[in-house]
C-alpha cells in the first residue's frame, strides 16, 4: 500500500516552475530518496507532500490524507525535520520535546519524550540548554521532536548538512534504525553516499522527475554491465580465447585484469570462465565493474540538460 502519492504535482511562484507534474508513489516501509541539485524542487516537494504549501496543480495523498484539503488529520500521521529546524535555545532539551509534543494529542507526553530522548542518546543532556548542543545533538533532538508523536511518514530534508563526518554518520544510524522500524521515509539529501547507502529507490529531481528507480537499477540501465576477471598472468593465447567468443561485446585488458562486457553478464559469465581456464589461464577473482550513484547522477543530469537544450 502506497503511504506517499504524488499526481501531476506542480508548484508555480510567479512565472518560476519549482516542481513541474510530479507523480510517484512510495509504499509502505520504503526509504525514497530525493536527489538534485540547488534549486531542483526537492525542499518545495516536501513542502507540499506535508501540507505546508499547497500545489498550483495536481493532489498528494499521505498517509491516506489530502494534502491540500486535510492538513490538520494529515500532521498528526507525518514527522518532519526541515533543512534548519528551530528550537528554543534558552529552554531544555526536555522542555522543547514536551513544547512541540503538546501539539499532538492521543499520548502520554512525558513518556514519549523520555523515550526520544533515550533513543537518541540525549538523556544525560535532557536537563541542559538546547543553545549548548552541538549541531550533531541537535539535529538528533530535531530528530526526536519529529518521531515523538510516533508518525507512519517521516520527511526529512537534509538530515546531515552542515554537519561533521561523525555526527552525520550517528544521524544515518539512526535512520537505518528507523528503516527496521517499517517507517516510510522521504529523504532529501545532496549527499549521493548518504542516498546510495541508505535508499531502497532514488528519485533524481530537476524540477520534473527524471529517473525513479533502485540504485543498482538506474546504474544497470545507464552503464553497460562489465565483468572483471583478475589473473594470475595474461598473455596472447588467453586474449584470442576470449576474443573468440561470440557473446563477448568488448575487451580491454588492464594489467593482470580483463574487464569483458556482456551482454548477458549472468548466463554467459560461466562461459567466459570456463573458456579462460581451457586458455591456461589461472583466475585469481572475478568481480563486476560498479558505478557509483554520483556517476548515474551526473549521467541523469547531462542526459536532460541536453534534452533541455533540444527543446
Known amino acids: 500500500m502506497p503511504m506517499i502519492e504524488a499526481h501531476q504535482l506542480t508548484k508555480r511562484f510567479g512565472e518560476r516552475t519549482?516542481?513541474?507534474?510530479?507523480?510517484?508513489?512510495?509504499?509502505?516501509?520504503?526509504?525514497?530518496?530525493?536527489?538534485?541539485?540547488?534549486?531542483?524542487?526537492k525542499t518545495t516537494t516536501i513542502r507540499m507532500l506535508t501540507?505546508?504549501?499547497a500545489p498550483t496543480s495536481g493532489y498528494a495523498v499521505v498517509a491516506g490524507r489530502r494534502t491540500d484539503r486535510d492538513v490538520e488529520e494529515l500532521h498528526e500521521?507525518?514527522?518532519?525535520?526541515?533543512?534548519?529546524?528551530?528550537?528554543?535555545?534558552?529552554?531544555?532539551?526536555?522542555?522543547?520535546l514536551e513544547y512541540f509534543a503538546g501539539f499532538y494529542s492521543n499520548f502520554d507526553v512525558r513518556a514519549?519524550?523520555?523515550?526520544?530522548?533515550?533513543?537518541?542518546?540525549?538523556?544525560?543532556?535532557?536537563?541542559?540548554?538546547?543553545?549548548?548542543?552541538?549541531k550533531g545533538m541537535k539535529q538528533r533532538l530535531a530528530l526526536a521532536r519529529a518521531l515523538v508523536h510516533e508518525p507512519k511518514v517521516l520527511?526529512?530534508?537534509?538530515?546531515?548538512?552542515?554537519?561533521?563526518?561523525?555526527?552525520?554518520?550517528?544521524?544515518?544510524?539512526?535512520?537505518?534504525?528507523?528503516?527496521?522500524?517499517?517507517?516510510?521515509?522521504?529523504?532529501?539529501?545532496h549527499n549521493l553516499s548518504e542516498a546510495e547507502e541508505l535508499c531502497d529507490?532514488?528519485?533524481?529531481?530537476?524540477?520534473?522527475?527524471?529517473?525513479?528507480?533502485?540504485?543498482?537499477?538506474?546504474?544497470?540501465?545507464?552503464?553497460?554491465?562489465?565483468?572483471v576477471?583478475?589473473?594470475?598472468?595474461?598473455?596472447?593465447?588467453?586474449?584470442?580465447?576470449?576474443?573468440?567468443?561470440?557473446?563477448?561485446?568488448?575487451?580491454?585488458?588492464?594489467?593482470?585484469?580483463?574487464?569483458?562486457?556482456?551482454?548477458d553478464p549472468e548466463r554467459e559469465r560461466p562461459e567466459l570462465i570456463r573458456r579462460l581456464v581451457e586458455a591456461g589461464g589461472r583466475v585469481?577473482?572475478?568481480?563486476?565493474?560498479?558505478h557509483s550513484l554520483e556517476e548515474v547522477y551526473l549521467s541523469l543530469v547531462r542526459e536532460e540538460e541536453g534534452e533541455k537544450e533540444r527543446r
Do not use: H
Open 18 to 41: 519549482a516542481v513541474e507534474a510530479l507523480t510517484l508513489e512510495v509504499e509502505e516501509g520504503e526509504i525514497l530518496g530525493l536527489l538534485g541539485p540547488n534549486g531542483a524542487g
Open 201 to 227: 529507490r532514488i528519485a533524481v529531481l530537476r524540477t520534473r522527475l527524471i529517473a525513479l528507480e533502485a540504485p543498482e537499477d538506474l546504474c544497470r540501465r545507464l552503464f553497460r554491465r562489465r565483468v
Open 112 to 134: 514519549q519524550v523520555d523515550k526520544y530522548l533515550k533513543l537518541m542518546g540525549l538523556w544525560e543532556r535532557r536537563s541542559d540548554r538546547v543553545g549548548t548542543f552541538s
Open 229 to 263: 576477471v583478475r589473473l594470475e598472468s595474461v598473455d596472447s593465447a588467453i586474449i584470442e580465447a576470449v576474443k573468440g567468443l561470440d557473446f563477448v561485446e568488448s575487451l580491454e585488458r588492464d594489467g593482470d585484469r580483463l574487464i569483458v562486457e556482456l551482454a
Open 284 to 290: 585469481l577473482e572475478v568481480s563486476e565493474e560498479r
Open 77 to 96: 500521521l507525518i514527522g518532519l525535520l526541515p533543512e534548519a529546524p528551530g528550537f528554543y535555545e534558552r529552554l531544555s532539551a526536555q522542555r522543547n
Open 51 to 53: 501540507g505546508i504549501i
Open 155 to 189: 520527511f526529512l530534508d537534509e538530515p546531515t548538512a552542515g554537519l561533521d563526518p561523525e555526527a552525520a554518520r550517528e544521524v544515518r544510524e539512526l535512520i537505518s534504525q528507523l528503516r527496521e522500524g517499517g517507517r516510510t521515509i522521504l529523504l532529501s539529501t
